[in-house]
């Protein structure tokens, strides 16, 4: 991947994190199941991490 395909994915992931965490809200104060919810959310933190740190050493 390129530097700005990187940058890309990374921006693409923070927008998919952001309203992933306004659907774990919402399920929250209805009283749903989040375990699925979180569980993306903790592999997009990985992939966000992973990403970033191939950006500081492109």
Not at 18 to 44: C, H, P, W, Y
């Amino acid at each position: 991947m390129t530097k700005k395909e990187i940058e890309d994915r990374i921006n693409l992931l923070k927008s998919d994190y952001i309203r992933m965490q306004g659907d774990l809200e919402k399920k929250e104060s209805i009283g749903g199941s989040t375990a699925n919810i979180e569980k993306q959310l903790e592999e997009l933190e990985e992939e966000l991490a992973n990403l970033k740190h191939r950006l500081v050493n492109a």
